[in-house]
C-alpha cells in the first residue's frame, strides 16, 4: 500500500499538520507495511500554472498534437503521485472560506481534461483516476460547519467536486475549528474526538 500524504500549511506548529500526522499514523498502523510519498505544499509550493500550461489546456489541437511534454511536466508528475497511491492524506488551513492557493496551485495541476477528467457525448465531466480514499483534516480558526458556524464554507464543497471530477469520491473530512479560540488541551481533545470518527477503507488494508 501507498499512502499520498500532503499537507498545505506554511506553519511549524500547525493544527492541520498535527491531525494530518495522526491520520497518517493511524492508517499505517492498520497498514504497517505502507509506504508514504511526501507532497509538502505548505514549505515546498509548486509553481502557480505558468502560460505554457494555460495555453495547452486551452487549446486541444496543441494537446492532441503531443508537442507540449515540457509544459505538461509537472502536472504530469504530480498526477503519477496521485495514481501511484492507494489512499491521500491531506492537511489543510481554511483561508478566506476556501483553499489555501498552495492547493489549488496543486489541483490546477491534477485536474487536466483528456487525462484525469473525460466528457461524454452530453457534454458531462467524468473521471479518470480510480477511486481511492481520502481523508482531509482541515484546521480554521473560527468555526465553519455545523449549527455553530459563523462564515461559509466553500472548501469542503470546492474539494468534493475538484476530487469529484477525477473520479475520487471517497473523501473523509476531520474538520478541527476553532483554533483561534481553544488552548492546547480543548484543541488535543477535538483531535481525538475527530479521529474517532476515521472510518479506514477497505482499500486502505485490501489493496497492500
Ligand atoms: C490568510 C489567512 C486566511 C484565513 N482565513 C480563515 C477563514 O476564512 N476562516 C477561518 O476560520 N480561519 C481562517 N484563518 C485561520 C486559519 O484557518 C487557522 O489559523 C488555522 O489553524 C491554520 O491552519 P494551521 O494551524 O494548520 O496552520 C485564516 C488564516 C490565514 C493566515
Known sequence: MNILHIDCSPRHDSHSRRLSAALLARLKA???????TRRDLGREPIAHADADYASVLSSPGALAAGATESALRLSEALIQEVERADALVLGTPINNFTVPSVLKAWLD???????????????????L???KPVYIAIAAGG???????????FLT????A????IGLHSLQFFPLQA???????QLAAAQEALLATLALKAADSSRA
Do not use: W
Not at 30 to 36: L, S, Y
Open 162 to 165: 475538484a476530487f469529484g471530477c
Open 157 to 160: 464543497p470546492y474539494l468534493t
Open 143 to 153: 468555526v465553519f460547519s455545523g449549527e455553530r458556524a459563523r462564515q461559509p464554507d
Open 30 to 36: 492498520a497498514n504497517p507495511d505502507a509506504g508514504v
Open 129 to 131: 483516476l480510480q477511486d
Open 179 to 185: 483554533t483561534a479560540f481553544l488552548d492546547h488541551e
Open 109 to 127: 495541476q491534477i485536474l487536466r481534461m483528456g487525462r484525469t477528467i473525460t466528457t461524454t457525448p452530453d457534454g458531462e465531466k467524468l473521471g
